[in-house]
C-alpha cells in the first residue's frame, strides 16, 4: 500500500489524486493475514563518480535519494533543475547534487582501491572490505560468487526506532508509519540476494536480530528459504540487563540459524547454557544402562532383544548371554545355570522391555570387556547391566580413548586424554557474550570510542566456528559488516587452527544522524573528504581491521592482553592481509575501454579467489594478455596472441583462472578446450557490460 501511495502522490490531477487515495483508504480497512507487509519504491542509487549532464537524474546530497529532479541547463556552476513529479524549476549549485539511478536502469559498478593491510607477505590469503551500499554490493557479489559462499554471518539494523538505518537515504524512526514494512521490504531485498550466494550443498546463514522484528524475521526467513532447517537460539549480551520500568529486564537477543544440505552444527567443549567444560581431559569413559528407556521399547517391538543376562550370584560378574527368549514364552520357564541369577530387562514396575543389543552383539561386547554390572545386592540378587555405546567403543579401537586397566570382572577401565565434545544447546548464556566487556571494551582499546553497541567478539568467534571449524578453507561474508567483528573473528579461527578461511565485509560510509548534523551546518556534504572520513568504513571498519591485524592500536601502542580461549597474544596480531575497496559505478557512454579493463581488474581478481595482492594496471593501454601466477589468473585480451599466451598459461602451474576476451562464443569454446586450467570465463569486449547490475542481463 505505501507503494501504491508513492505513485499516486505522482498524479498531477489533484481531483483524481484525492478520489484514488479515498478508495486506497477503504482498501487498507480490509484485514489481512500472514506475513504482509508494504511494498515502497525501490531503492536509488546515488552515483557519484558519475558526471553531471544535461537530462540526468539528480538528486540533493543532504536531501532524499527518490526525490528526483531532471537537469535542464548546466551554466558553470549553476544548474537548472526541473522536478520530477510537479515540474517545478529550481536552480542549484552543482556540487549539491549527484547523478541517481532508479531502480530497474542499470548501472556500472567498479571497485576503486582505497588502502590494504599485509602483514603475511607470503600468504596468498586476502581479505577484502568492501564500502557500498549492501545491496549493490551483493548484486555484484552474486557474479562472482553463486553458490559458492559457505558461511554468511549479518547482524542487521534492529529496527528500534532510534533512526539508525536509512531507507532511500533517509532515516526511519519510531514515528513512522510504514517502519515495519519499511524493514522488511528492506531485508527482503537483501535476503534474497543472500540465498543466490549460498552454496545450496552444504552452507548456512546466520542471522541476529532482538525483539523488535524477530517474528517478523522468522516468518520471512521461513518464506525465502523454504528448504533451509530454521532453529532460532536465545543469547545473553548482558546479565545486568536493561532496566524498563514495569516490564522484564532485557538481557538477551536471538540468532537464527539457517542450514542448507549437509550443514550441521559441530559439538565443541561447551554446551552453551553456561561456560563449564563438560568432557574435562582425563576423564573416565562413560557406561550406559543396557536397558533401553524409550516408552516403545518393549518385548513384543524387536523380540530379537529379549533374552537373559547370566551372572554370579556372589558378585554379579556377568557369566554368559542368554539366547533370545521368543514373545509369548515365559521368561520364568528359561533354565538359569547354577550359582547365577538371571537379569531381564525389565521397567521398576516389571513391564518386559529389551536390551540395547542383539544376544550376538553382546557376547562380542562381553569379550572384549564392554558388558558389565553395577551395584549388584548379593543378598536380594539384584543389579543393572551396563554397556559401551558404539561411538565410546570406537574412540577405544581408534585411540581417542586408552585402556588403563581391567576390572575384577573383566570390564575395561579406560580414559580420554583430551577434552571432549557435547552438543550445544539453544539457550546460550556464556560469559564471553557480553556485549560490554568482549564488545565495546575489545573495539574501544583498538579505536577509541567510535562506535557503539558491538558485538562480542566472541559471540560471533563461537557462531562461526560451530559450522566453519571443519572448514579451513570457508568464504565467510558479512554485508552488514559495522565495526568489523566478523573479520576480526575469522582472524581468530585462523590463528587458532592454522585455517584459510577468507571473510568479505560490507558496509556504507555513512555517519550517524548527529554528525551528519555538525557537518551540513558547517557546508560538508556527503562525498566532500570531510564527511567521508569520519563515515563507518573509513572510521570505524578499516581502522579496527588495520589494528587487529597488526596488533595495535590506532595511535600505534601494542595491544594488550591475550585472547581468550588461545592465549594468542593480542599484540602478535594475525599473518594475514586484507584490501579496502569503495563500490564506484561508471559512465559507460564517457570511459575509454583502456579505463575501463583497469577498473575492472579488482573484479576479476576477486572472481579469481583474492588470490595475492590485488594486481594494478598504471597505464590505460589494454595489454594483449596478462599472465599472472601470484594472483593464480590469466587474461587474454587479443586473440591473435592465444598461442603465445597458451604456452605462458602452460608453463604457470598456479594458473587456475582464465578470462578469455571475446564476442564470439564458438572463439571462446574453442580457446578454452586448449587450456588445462581449473575455470575459464568468457568476458565481452565492452567490459562494463560483463558487470551491469540493477537490471537483467
Not at 90 to 105: P, R, T
Not at 575 to 580: E, L, M, Q
Amino acid at each position: 500500500m505505501a507503494l501504491l501511495q508513492d505513485l499516486i502522490k505522482q498524479i498531477d490531477d489533484e481531483t483524481l489524486r484525492q478520489r484514488i487515495m479515498m478508495e486506497v483508504g477503504k482498501l487498507t480497512k480490509q484485514k489481512k493475514f500472514g506475513l504482509v507487509f508494504e511494498e515502497h519504491l525501490p531503492e536509488c542509487t546515488p552515483l557519484y563518480d558519475v558526471e553531471i549532464r544535461i537530462d540526468s537524474k539528480v538528486a540533493l546530497k543532504t536531501g532524499q535519494v527518490s526525490d528526483i529532479y531532471i537537469v535542464r541547463t548546466i551554466d558553470g556552476d549553476k544548474v537548472i533543475c526541473e522536478h520530477k513529479i510537479d515540474h517545478a524549476q529550481v536552480e542549484f549549485a552543482l556540487d549539491e547534487l549527484v547523478a541517481i539511478a532508479e531502480f530497474g536502469e542499470p548501472i556500472y559498478p567498479y571497485l576503486k582501491p582505497i588502502d590494504m593491510v599485509c602483514n603475511a607477505p607470503d600468504s596468498d590469503l586476502w581479505h577484502t572490505l568492501i564500502e557500498a551500499d549492501n545491496y549493490h554490493a551483493l548484486q555484484l557479489l552474486e557474479y562472482l560468487y553463486a553458490g559458492k559462499v559457505d558461511c554468511i554471518y549479518i547482524d542487521p539494523p534492529y529496527n528500534t526506532g532510534a533512526r539508525d538505518w536509512k531507507y532511500n537515504n533517509d532515516y526511519v524512526d519510531g514515528t513512522d508509519a510504514y517502519r515495519h514494512s519499511k524493514w522488511l521490504s528492506f531485508m527482503e531485498k537483501r535476503l534474497r540476494m543472500a540465498k543466490k550466494l549460498l552454496n545450496p550443498k552444504d552452507s548456512v546463514l546466520i542471522v541476529t536480530i532482538d525483539e523488535k522484528e524477530y517474528l517478523h524475521l522468522g516468518c520471512l526467513l521461513e518464506e525465502i528459504f523454504t528448504e533451509a532447517r530454521i532453529q532460532m537460539i536465545t543469547t545473553v549480551i548482558s546479565a545486568k540487563g536493561v532496566v524498563r520500568t514495569g516490564q522484564f529486564s532485557r538481557v538477551e537477543e536471538y540468532i537464527y540459524i539457517l542450514e542448507l544440505g549437509n550443514s550441521s552444527v559441530q559439538p565443541g567443549i561447551y554446551n552453551m547454557l553456561d561456560d563449564e567444560i563438560k568432557k574435562e581431559p582425563d576423564r573416565s569413559i562413560e557406561w550406559l544402562g543396557f536397558r533401553r528407556r524409550a516408552p516403545q521399547a518393549k518385548r513384543n517391538s524387536r523380540p530379537n532383544q529379549f533374552y537373559p543376562v547370566f551372572v554370579s550370584n556372589s558378585d554379579g560378574r556377568i557369566i554368559s548371554i542368554g539366547d533370545v527368549v521368543k514373545h509369548g514364552v515365559d521368561r520364568n520357564s528359561i533354565p538359569v545355570p547354577e550359582g547365577c541369577t538371571a537379569l531381564w530387562p525389565l521397567s521398576r514396575d516389571g513391564d518386559e522391555r529389551l536390551w540395547s543389543l542383539v544376544p550376538e552383539q553382546a557376547r562380542i561386547n562381553f569379550e572384549k570387556g564392554y558388558l558389565r554390572v553395577n551395584n549388584w545386592n548379593s543378598e536380594k540378587r539384584t543389579g543393572t547391566v551396563y554397556y559401551l555405546p558404539s561411538g565410546t567403543i570406537d574412540d577405544i579401537e581408534n585411540g581417542k580413548a586408552e585402556i588403563v586397566g581391567y576390572n575384577a570382572d573383566g570390564s575395561v577401565e579406560a580414559k580420554y586424554h583430551s577434552e571432549g565434545t557435547t552438543p550445544p544447546k539453544r539457550v546460550w548464556n556464556m560469559k564471553t557474550h557480553n556485549a560490554e566487556t568482549y564488545g565495546t571494551n575489545i573495539l574501544n582499546a583498538i579505536i577509541g570510542k567510535r562506535f557503539d553497541y558491538p558485538k562480542s567478539l566472541y559471540a560471533v568467534h563461537d557462531s562461526l566456528r560451530f559450522y566453519v571449524e571443519r572448514k579451513k578453507d570457508a568464504l565467510i561474508i558479512d554485508f552488514f559488516s559495522g565495526s568489523g567483528t566478523t573479520l576480526h573473528a575469522v582472524n581468530l579461527l585462523n590463528a587458532e587452527d592454522g585455517g584459510h578461511r577468507r571473510c568479505i565485509m560490507v558496509t556504507n560510509n555513512e555517519v550517524s544522524e548527529a554528525e551528519a548534523k555538525v557537518l551540513m551546518k558547517q557546508g560538508i556534504k556527503p562525498s566532500d573528504e570531510e564527511w567521508e572520513k569520519l563515515g563507518i568504513a573509513r572510521y570505524v571498519t578499516w581502522p579496527r581491521t588495520v589494528c587487529s591485524i597488526e596488533g595495535h592500536d590506532v595511535n600505534g601502542n601494542p595491544l594488550k592482553g591475550n585472547y581468550l580461549g588461545s592465549n594468542i597474544p593480542m599484540a602478535d596480531g594475525f599473518k594475514t592481509n586484507a584490501a579496502y575497496f569503495k563500490l564506484g559505478f561508471l559512465d559507460k557512454a564517457s570511459i575509454r575501454i583502456g579505463r575501463q579493463f583497469r577498473e575492472m581488474l579488482p573484479i576479476l581478481w576477486m572472481k579469481a579467489g583474492c588470490f595475492g595482492p590485488c594486481p594494478v594496471l598504471v597505464d590505460q593501454k589494454v595489454p594483449e594478455y596478462m599472465v599472472l601466477p601470484e594472483n593464480r589468473m590469466a587474461i587474454l585480451n587479443d586473440n591473435s596472441c592465444f598461442k603465445r599466451f597458451a604456452e605462458e598459461v602452460g608453463n604457470a602451474l598456479e594458473i587456475e583462472t582464465v578470462y578469455l576476451v571475446t564476442d564470439s562464443d564458438a572463439d571462446y569454446r574453442s580457446m578454452s578446450k586448449g587450456l588445462n586450467v581449473k575455470q575459464t570465463y568468457q568476458l565481452y569486449r565492452d567490459y562494463l557490460d560483463n558487470f551491469r547490475i540493477n537490471s537483467r542481463r
